[in-house]
């Protein structure tokens, strides 16, 4: 599989759009600008300091972080080449308030919980693109099926904010960048569990065009999914991508994108006495997705169109490879954003989109739906103060309308000190499962949820004295649970015999984020954040299952003058409850990892680290194994 590397392919994102500086706009400034973006430097037209990270979660176009009030973290590619590895969750763990669950090694199901809230209610978007499963019961993105060797950026914004994105962002936005740096980068690992992972990627730039490829890929032998069991289950993935850029005209341009991912994994089974353990199962799994479409930025106007897809193919088989369950679920979208930059500090932002879902699975028949929303929001900035308001209104073929709300505020004390709120509304629609599988109901209505935060803030992450203190709340109701028909005379009972989902549940989610970084002296760095998260099923009273109240990270990085980084890195976990019924409990645990890097020639870097060195057993899953200590060894080439 590893020949896939050195195929030609379709890399790099389509990022929203950064307006211009000085106004003249181009394509190829504009293109430098979302390359600009994804790097963590700056280029929106209101806040013009090159000291700013760029979001494109909070607004859906290029702005700064210091101009927004609400909690967004940028990772960019240089953070996450140091953290080192394919394991995509060790990248997330460096954002407040987000806990990982994962159903054995490494490319099994992998959730992300964002400030509490469930993982399928956490919008994700690679390169611009949802890439949600459509077939999957509650419709959310598999972690496990992205390798960190071919991410250039994270983009997460914790909270609601479907005002800018629509269905979906009811806990979050996670957009994912595959855009890597000008030139060639490419590396090669070695470790523990026989663990093989290779990639390439590049960009080359001319006058009026640009070109970007990026390949992965990764063998392992893993270990056994069930806690219990003995026999490893392996993986093999690989992942292709790409994007082109062309200058139609001095403010025109077109792009198109692609990304393919395509994983066998190892699975365990339940056994004949219906105990959890060691089974021949397997399951493969195919991803596309991509979009094309045209950037315009004109003077006070700029626009971006796009017709965009995603599908999700998975097939699960027995030790005898005869297949036990296929499913295949499909987004296509056409899309409009803009912004149009009008007197003094005042922008309109707006958009409108159409997607068309659709699931089918081995024992459901193929159903769809379609939702067409609309945005609108205003900016203001002057002086130290930036504001924004905005309104969206969504049509669901199946139930109807929404309306979601949001706005946010953040003002400059001076000193590096901030103080930022925001407040937003976020829906998910029931899933196409939920709605028509052998479990569906028609009748169901929207997830919703309300959320408010207010923080203060000094520097910003990564760089001299940084420190951020947030109190965050969010409200949500109507959550779909399952509904069991046993004993029950509810109607659907009838053509439901073992039950259905419904509108079941309410829930809240408050507590407080901490972070902190300081430059300790040249080349050495310590940070960290601490995330209080209390949860509360406020139907049941319960706890919310595998949300700990308790997470931390911690990490220090040293440079030396002589090409030697050393950083070490201590994860925290408190304990939480497996299940919605607090009957099964998780043990708290802490992980330790030790990383080194040394460029032994120029542009050539050899790194190493050590994860889980104290040999920690620990559970994120009851009934699921997790990774011991294990040591990896590498060889990484820039030019």
């Known amino acids: 599989m590893f020949k896939y590397l050195f195929l ?44 700013q990270q760029i979001t494109v979660t909070a607004t859906g176009l290029s702005t700064n972080v210091g101009n927004t009030g609400q909690s967004v973290t940028v990772i960019g590619q240089d953070e996450i080449e140091s953290v080192q590895g ?15 669950a994962r159903n054995g090694s490494l490319g099994s199901l992998t959730s992300a919980f964002v400030r509490g809230a469930a993982s399928e209610q956490l919008l994700v978007l690679i390169d611009g693109v949802r890439v949600a499963d459509q077939a999957s019961p509650a419709g959310g993105f598999d972690f496990g099926t992205l390798l960190a060797s071919n991410v250039a950026g994270l983009d997460l914004l914790r909270g609601a904010n479907s005002t800018i994105w629509g269905a979906d962002a009811l806990g979050g936005v996670l957009d994912v960048s595959t855009r890597g740096r000008a030139g060639i980068t490419t590396s090669l690992e070695r470790g523990a569990r026989d663990t093989l992972t290779a990639a390439l990627s590049g960009r080359v730039e001319g ?15 893993g270990f056994s999914a069930a806690a219990s069991g003995t026999e490893p289950d392996g993986l093999r993935q690989f992942a292709l991508g790409g994007s082109g850029f062309v200058d139609l005209a001095s403010n025109l341009e077109a792009f198109v994108t692609g990304r393919y991912a395509e994983a066998d994994l190892e699975i365990d089974g339940y056994l004949p006495d219906f105990s959890f353990g060691d089974t021949g199962d397997t399951q493969r799994t195919r991803q596309f997705s991509g979009a094309a479409g045209l950037n315009y930025y004109g003077q006070d106007l700029t626009l971006r169109a796009s017709y965009g897809l995603s599908d999700t193919e998975r097939t699960n088989a027995d030790a005898a490879a005869n297949p036990t369950f296929t499913s295949d679920g499909r987004t296509d979208s056409v899309n409009l954003r803009g912004e149009y930059r009008a007197i003094g500090g005042l922008a309109l932002a707006f958009g409108g989109e159409r997607q068309w879902s659709s699931y089918e699975t081995s024992s459901d028949n193929r159903e769809s739906a379609t ?17 924004h308001i905005g309104a969206r209104v969504d049509d669901h073929s199946r139930f109807g309308s929404e309306v979601s709300l949001g706005g946010d505020v953040s003002y400059g004390l001076g000193g590096g000190w901030r103080v930022k709120g925001s407040v937003g509304e976020g829906f998910k629609a029931p899933t196409l499962f939920q709605l028509f599988s052998d479990y569906g109901n028609e009748g169901l209505r929207p997830e919703r949820s309300t959320s408010y935060d207010v923080g203060v803030e000094k520097g910003r992450r990564g760089t001299g004295t940084h420190l951020a203190l947030t109190a965050f709340r969010r409200d949500s109701a109507d959550l779909i649970g399952f509904a069991s028909c046993f004993g029950s005379t509810a109607p659907l009972c009838a053509t439901r015999p073992f039950g259905y989902y419904d509108n079941i549940a309410r829930a809240r989610a408050q ?102 060195v104290f040999d920690a057993d620990y559970r994120t899953a009851a009934g699921y194994g997790t990774p011991r200590r294990g040591a990896f060894v590498g060889l990484r080439g820039k030019m």
Request: hydrophobic share 40%.
């Open 207 to 221: 006058s009026g065009y640009s070109l970007g490829l990026n390949g992965s890929a990764l063998r392992t032998d």
């Open 86 to 100: 394919a394991d995509i969750a060790r990248v997330l763990v460096r954002v407040p308030s987000v806990s990982i």
């Open 371 to 387: 939702v067409t929303g609309g945005y609108l929001q205003a900016g203001w900035v002057i002086g130290g103060l930036a504001a």
């Open 8 to 51: 030609l392919s379709a890399a790099v994102s389509a990022s929203p759009l950064a307006a211009q500086e000085d106004g003249q706009g181009t394509a190829e400034a504009g293109r430098q600008a979302e390359a600009d973006a994804e790097a963590g430097g700056c280029c929106s037209f209101n806040l013009p300091r090159p000291e």
């Open 511 to 612: 507590g407080i984020e901490l972070e902190a970084g300081v430059q300790v002296t040249e080349g050495f760095r310590v940070a960290g954040h601490y995330a209080l998260v209390d949860t509360q099923d406020r139907t049941s009273g319960n706890d919310l299952a595998r949300r700990p109240r308790h997470t931390a990270t911690l990490f220090a990085d040293y440079v030396a003058p002589f090409g030697l980084s050393l950083g070490a890195d201590l994860r925290i976990v408190g304990e939480s409850f497996d299940n919605a019924g607090n009957t099964t409990r998780l043990g708290g645990y802490e992980l330790v990892d030790l990383r080194a890097a040394f460029e032994v020639f120029d542009g050539i870097e050899l790194f190493g680290r050590v994860e889980n």
